[in-house]
């Protein structure tokens, strides 16, 4: 199966730089999934989460505040205000990734209807991790 290159920047710097099978994104017309030779686009991006679907097919999930991205054949970019990669090795990096990620939910919840699913998606993210 084919692989793109995925980038995702913060102004903080890089949150993940790597291959990926594909990719998921929260767009402002609902989500949509990328993959490797997908046409051009760029696009704005709503607060959700972004999955990455890795070579190995498990997905890493990071939630984002908004921003965009912008795809050609080869690579998908996205740069965004704020991002949370819900990863960690341990369960204490796991659960400060949870804070971070809560702590980020706050923050955008006012102005999105939407936060309640990623709410929920973030949590099942957390159980599969533990």
């Not at 819900?86 to 919840?109: N, Q, W």
Request: proline share 2%.
């Amino acid at each position: 199966m084919d692989k793109l290159k995925l980038e995702i920047l913060t102004p903080n710097g890089v949150i993940y730089n790597g291959e990926a099978l594909s990719v998921t994104l929260p767009g402002e017309e609902g989500e949509f999934g990328v993959l490797a030779q997908h046409s051009c686009l760029t696009t704005l991006l709503e607060a959700g989460v972004i999955d990455i679907e890795k070579e190995d097919k498990s997905v890493e999930s990071i939630l984002i505040n908004w921003g965009v991205v912008q795809v050609d054949e080869e690579k998908v970019i996205v740069l965004v205000e704020g991002a949370v990669a819900i990863r960690g090795e341990t369960e204490s990096a796991v659960a400060k990734a949870l804070g971070d990620a809560k702590e980020l939910i706050e923050s955008i919840k006012d102005n999105n209807p939407a936060i309640a699913s990623v709410t929920a998606r973030i949590e099942s993210a957390a159980q599969s991790l533990l």
